[in-house]
């Protein structure tokens, strides 16, 4: 095993803080685990060596970015945020809607299971009514995840929190251990890499953002500052859903709090 100098750990985490916005100061021998087999795989035989390889080499920094991201995720985490989404975000921003187009965005979705949930929601909920388009977006920094979330194949684990009866529609399995999900669900979520500390590139503000169990590894000043850009990124009455562990601060940004981890824009 290649152990990180002190050096080489402040360097490391600093990178990553400045970067991704990812706090790792406490995270030394997850570190070291996680990248054991890629610098083993690189043949390099200390971490300065394998710093010096990736700076400015943007496909050596994914690879190391897929290894350090925590993408823990399943289907109906957090479950009142989709009974929210049903009783009131959905009637309320459906209501006198001309355009008949929702914008929605899953902020750190890793592998697509909090996307795929809502498109489950909005697919009961809309039912026979037709002619809306309410398509996600679904981003995140790792390429490992978002690969794993189109192809949609997961775990009976993942799929537990889910009614019966969605788990028999929408997905097939043959060996009851791993679940393929259907391409008419697949269909509505469009993946796509961001990092969440550059500059948004969108041109139109969304109606609900999800950025869930994601800010848990940033500090608080960039927390702050991402709460500001979902802020000026949604629509007046449009809703921001945070992890139930997150707290937006209020005297910093100024959502109106409608229940914890569920804020709307004024
Ligand atoms: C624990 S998962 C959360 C998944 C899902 N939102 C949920 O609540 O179950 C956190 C995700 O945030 C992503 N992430 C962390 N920092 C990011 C950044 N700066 N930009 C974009 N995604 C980021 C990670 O790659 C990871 O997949």
Same mark, same amino acid.
């Given at each position: 095993?290649?152990?990180?100098?002190?050096?080489?750990?402040?360097?490391?985490?600093?990178?990553?803080?400045?970067?991704?916005?990812?706090?790792?100061?406490?995270?030394?021998?997850?570190?070291?685990?996680?990248?054991?087999?890629?610098?083993?795989?690189?043949?390099?035989?200390?971490?300065?060596?394998?710093?010096?390889?990736?700076?400015?080499?943007?496909?050596?920094?994914?690879?190391?970015?897929?290894?350090?991201?925590?993408?823990? /995720?399943?289907?109906?985490?957090?479950?009142?945020?989709?009974?929210?989404?049903?009783?009131?975000?959905?009637?309320?921003?459906?209501?006198?809607?001309?355009?008949?187009?929702?914008?929605?965005?899953?902020?750190?979705?890793?592998?697509?299971?909090?996307?795929? /949930?809502?498109?489950?929601?909005?697919?009961?909920?809309?039912?026979?009514?037709?002619?809306?388009?309410?398509?996600?977006?679904?981003?995140?920094?790792?390429?490992?995840?978002?690969?794993?979330?189109?192809?949609?194949?997961?775990?009976?684990?993942?799929?537990?929190?889910?009614?019966?009866?969605?788990?028999?529609?929408?997905?097939?399995?043959?060996?009851?251990?791993?679940?393929?999900?259907?391409?008419?669900?697949?269909?509505?979520?469009?993946?796509?890499?961001?990092?969440?500390?550059?500059?948004?590139?969108?041109?139109?503000?969304?109606?609900?953002?999800?950025?869930?169990?994601?800010?848990?590894?940033?500090?608080?000043?960039?927390?702050?500052?991402?709460?500001?850009?979902?802020?000026?990124?949604?629509?007046?009455?449009?809703?921001?859903?945070?992890?139930?562990?997150?707290?937006?601060?209020?005297?910093?940004?100024?959502?109106?709090?409608?229940?914890?981890?569920?804020?709307?824009?004024?």
């Amino acid at each position: 095993m290649i152990h990180l100098t002190d050096r080489e750990f402040q360097e490391l985490v600093d990178f990553i803080r400045t970067n991704f916005g990812i706090n790792l100061s406490k995270k030394r021998l997850l570190i070291e685990a996680r990248l054991f087999s890629v610098l083993a795989e690189k043949n390099v035989s200390s971490f300065t060596e394998y710093f010096n390889l990736i700076r400015g080499n943007s496909k050596e920094l994914i690879t190391m970015m897929n290894r350090l991201t925590t993408n823990h /995720t399943y289907f109906m985490r957090e479950p009142r945020h989709f009974e929210y989404l049903k009783n009131v975000i959905l009637p309320e921003l459906t209501e006198n809607r001309r355009d008949k187009c929702l914008r929605i965005w899953s902020a750190g979705c890793s592998t697509g299971e909090e996307a795929y /949930t809502a498109v489950m929601v909005m697919r009961e909920w809309f039912g026979l009514q037709s002619g809306w388009d309410y398509r996600l977006l679904a981003t995140d920094i790792s390429t490992r995840v978002l690969e794993s979330a189109k192809h949609g194949v997961y775990s009976a684990e993942s799929l537990r929190d889910l009614p019966a009866g969605w788990r028999s529609r929408y997905f097939h399995t043959q060996d009851g251990q791993t679940y393929l999900l259907s391409d008419e669900i697949k269909k509505e979520v469009i993946f796509r890499s961001l990092n969440l500390m550059n500059p948004f590139p969108f041109h139109r503000p969304f109606d609900l953002i999800f950025c869930r169990n994601v800010m848990i590894y940033f500090d608080q000043e960039t927390k702050n500052k991402l709460i500001q850009k979902f802020y000026d990124i949604l629509k007046p009455g449009g809703y921001l859903l945070i992890g139930h562990s997150e707290t937006v601060q209020r005297d910093v940004v100024p959502f109106q709090y409608i229940e914890p981890s569920i804020y709307q824009r004024g």
